[in-house]
């Protein structure tokens, strides 16, 4: 079981509370997750099977927290794959080499564009598939997120509005394969936030 978290408070107060908790200090790593294409720099603690990870909220100062147990199928998705390291100066770090790649993004450049004209923008869209926990706990609900998507249609951060527990990993290992059009704006194609929302429910059968 996995659970995603956000904390209102400072990002400095989320890692010393976690710390306190753990009793240990945290680990800093940059990693990336099936299906998402960003990096993610942050701080993570494991022990006795638990699992957490600490990273900035990128619209506000506050923490987002992942927490779970190291079990299939959300041990991978916690821990995350170490991404590789890449000097700081290299020729094939161009602005034109890889435009959706780069890894830090301004926020205030960003425009805001409601989820039904995203909604028209969708060229490939992969439906989650309902956690068989979920199902056997007969747990339906909907959830809303927050995108980043970026000047190639690309989702990349996404940050819970309001998203049952159980139904969350599976929505964002599908939401972070979609692919839209560019969004343009004033003629050129530009990064946007929206919302996305994901419907689950079960049928029910007499």
């Known amino acids: 079981m996995a659970f995603n978290l956000s904390w209102d408070s400072p990002y400095a107060d989320a890692i010393a509370d976690m710390e306190k908790r753990f009793g240990i200090s945290g680990q800093k790593r940059s990693v990336t997750r099936s299906g998402w294409r960003t990096v993610r720099e942050e701080m993570q603690w494991e022990t006795d099977g638990v699992s957490a990870s600490v990273f900035k909220d990128p619209f506000s100062d506050g923490a987002i927290i992942w927490v779970g147990y190291l079990q299939p199928p959300y041990d991978s998705f916690l821990r995350g794959t170490p991404a590789p390291q890449t000097p700081a100066s290299s020729p094939a770090s161009s602005d034109s080499a890889a435009p959706c790649e780069r890894l830090v993004s301004d926020s205030a450049e960003r425009a805001q564009v409601s989820s039904g004209v995203m909604t028209g923008l969708i060229v490939h869209k992969i439906p989650p598939i309902y956690p068989e926990s979920a199902k056997q706990n007969h747990i339906e609900g909907t959830v809303t997120l927050q995108a980043v998507v970026d000047k190639c249609g690309h989702v990349g951060e996404l940050t819970p509005i309001s998203v049952p527990p159980e139904l ?14 560019p969004f343009v704006l004033a003629g050129k194609p530009a990064e946007v936030t929206t919302r996305i929302t994901v419907n689950f429910k079960l049928s029910h059968s007499n």
């Open 168 to 181: 969350f990993a599976a929505t964002v290992s599908a939401v972070q394969q979609w692919q839209y059009r």
